[in-house]
């Protein structure tokens, strides 16, 4: 199994991004996608949730912030919108099958993409 997360970069704070999560084999559809981000000298931060019912998105995403799926591509999308600096992390999207209750713990997630860094920076 592997997951690929690209899409990071460079971005104005108002600024947009979208990050990718490809994976390979499994069916992303069958599995919750998480994305968790480490920024510098903080520690990793859950910022979404996704199931197929719905998704959860931290307070400090919620509002600027989706995510989709594409089955046919087998990946997940993170849209970033009106970033801000303190949005500056390595982003990394997980996979995995967490109870409800435990699906913001990073321990739950069995896959994790490689990481992509967006800076947020003027």
């Known amino acids: 199994v592997q997951l690929q997360a690209s899409g990071g970069g460079l971005v104005q704070p108002g600024g947009s991004l979208r990050l990718s999560c490809a994976a390979s084999?499994?069916?992303?559809?069958?599995?919750?996608v998480a994305w968790f981000r480490r920024a510098p000298g903080k520690e990793r931060e859950g910022i979404l949730v996704?199931?197929?019912?719905?998704?959860w998105y931290s307070d400090s995403v919620k509002g600027r912030f989706t995510v989709s799926r594409d089955n046919a591509k087998n990946t997940a999308y993170l849209q970033m919108n009106s970033l801000k600096v303190d949005d500056t992390a390595v982003y990394y999207c997980?996979?995995?099958?967490?109870?409800?209750?435990?699906?913001?713990?990073?321990?739950?997630?069995?896959?994790w993409g490689q990481g992509t860094q967006v800076t947020v920076s003027s």
């Open positions: 997980a996979v995995g099958s967490p109870i409800l209750s435990a699906h913001w713990d990073p321990q739950m997630y069995r896959y």
């Open positions: 084999g499994l069916t992303l559809n069958s599995y919750v």
């Open positions: 996704s199931r197929s019912s719905r998704t």
